[in-house]
């Protein structure tokens, strides 16, 4: 496998260079239907060729998907997204404005669109993303198609932020993998709709005022678990319960504490400076550091709803097991 560096997954993060022949061969394996581990800027992938339907069941069983969730097809740019999908002004604007970057779009597929059955689970829409690691850009440039890769973590799990993580949630079924270092912003891609109104599927990243100064006001997300199968209750969770907005943990408990704490112990601080993006950043490997320490339970530090904030309480409320 590639990036096994003594440096892998710590300090240059995506500036990290990758040889020519180490995406040549990520490439290869791609087009023979082999699956890859791929850095983004958001969490780790498991790629596949989009187009190739029995290199797609292998990510559902990679991963041990209960039933076929549709996935995202990665993409270099909005040329290579037109081949796929009908944009109209709004989804242009959008990727004028975000990609390539966190941001996913759901949109009715082109009739020739080559993304199969399978990726997009039988619907008559597809989700697009232009990643913006540089690693991602060099591997969608150099295999010349779209590339499905969900998370790749086993399935119910936290979304693995480091290349050690990814490794070792789905680097057996890989045939390939690419270390770009630790993911900056640490959470998966806001997902809009834009088959009728534009309608926030995944709060992420790109902040939902982000979006609305962009196209107008986003419509409720009401029966959105039907229109994004993939948003389970429990998920992202992992093995030791998660308890929210807690001040005080008791004792057995790690904490996540959130900017300045008198709490000692088995504490890891998302961020002293109470920075949201540090704490999106640091969120899905602080979960995975508290568990191994197998504590009664991960207490979480109040963290504010707002911007950044939303997608952040999303992820945790789903690793409670709440019903979101
Ligand atoms: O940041 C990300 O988006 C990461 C990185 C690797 O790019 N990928 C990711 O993929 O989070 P995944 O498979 O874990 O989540 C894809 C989400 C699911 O909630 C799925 O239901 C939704 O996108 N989705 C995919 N295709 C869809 C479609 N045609 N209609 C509605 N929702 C769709
Ligand atoms: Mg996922």
């Known amino acids: 496998m590639a990036g096994d560096r003594s440096d892998s997954g710590?300090?240059?993060?995506?500036?990290?260079?990758?040889?020519?022949?180490e995406i040549a061969a990520a490439a290869a394996a791609l087009r023979a239907g082999d699956l890859v581990i791929l850095p983004t800027e958001t969490v780790y992938g498991l790629g596949a060729d989009a187009a190739n339907p029995v290199a797609v069941a292998r990510?559902?069983?990679?991963?041990?998907?209960?039933?076929?969730?549709?996935?995202?097809?990665?993409?270099?740019?909005?040329?290579?997204a037109e081949r796929l999908a009908v944009f109209d002004d709004r989804a242009r604007k959008l990727a004028a404005a975000f990609w390539p970057g966190p941001l996913t779009l759901v949109l009715p597929i082109r009739a020739d669109t080559p993304v199969c059955d399978?990726?997009?689970?039988?619907?008559?829409?597809?989700?697009?993303?232009?990643?913006?690691?540089?690693?991602?850009?060099?591997l969608l440039?150099?295999?010349?198609?779209?590339?499905?890769?969900?998370?790749a973590n086993r399935s119910g799990r936290p979304s693995p932020t480091t290349y050690a993580d990814a490794v070792d949630e789905t680097g057996v079924s890989a045939a390939a993998a690419l270390d770009g270092g630790p993911c900056r912003v640490g959470l998966e891609s806001t997902v809009v709709a834009l088959l009728d109104q534009p309608r926030l599927l995944r709060p992420g990243a790109v902040t939902r005022a982000q979006i609305e100064a962009v196209i107008g006001p986003l419509a409720e997300a009401q029966d959105?678990?039907?229109?994004?199968?993939?948003?389970?209750?429990?998920?992202?969770?992992?093995?030791?319960?998660?308890?929210?907005?807690?001040?005080?943990?008791?004792?057995?408990?790690?904490?996540l504490a959130f900017g300045p704490t008198a709490v000692t112990g088995n504490v890891l601080n998302l961020s002293p400076t109470a920075d949201p993006r540090e704490a999106a950043a640091n969120l899905f490997a602080y979960l995975r550091a508290a568990d191994r320490t197998r504590p009664t339970a991960i207490a979480v530090a109040p963290i504010p709803q707002d911007g950044l904030g939303?997608?952040?309480?999303?992820?945790?409320?789903?690793?409670a097991g709440y019903v979101g």
């Open 10 to 21: 710590r300090g240059e993060g995506e500036r990290e260079a990758h040889g020519d022949a």
């Open 59 to 80: 990510i559902y069983e990679a991963k041990g998907r209960p039933r076929f969730n549709p996935l995202i097809s990665h993409v270099a740019d909005l040329a290579a």
């Open 310 to 319: 939303e997608a952040i309480h999303d992820r945790l409320k789903r690793a």
């Open 141 to 151: 440039q150099a295999f010349g198609g779209p590339v499905v890769a969900p998370s």
């Open 118 to 138: 399978l990726a997009r689970a039988g619907l008559e829409t597809v989700a697009l993303r232009a990643p913006a690691h540089p690693v991602a850009q060099a």
């Open 224 to 255: 959105d678990a039907k229109r994004s199968p993939g948003r389970l209750a429990r998920h992202y969770s992992p093995e030791a319960p998660v308890r929210l907005d807690v001040r005080t943990p008791e004792p057995g408990e790690a904490y």
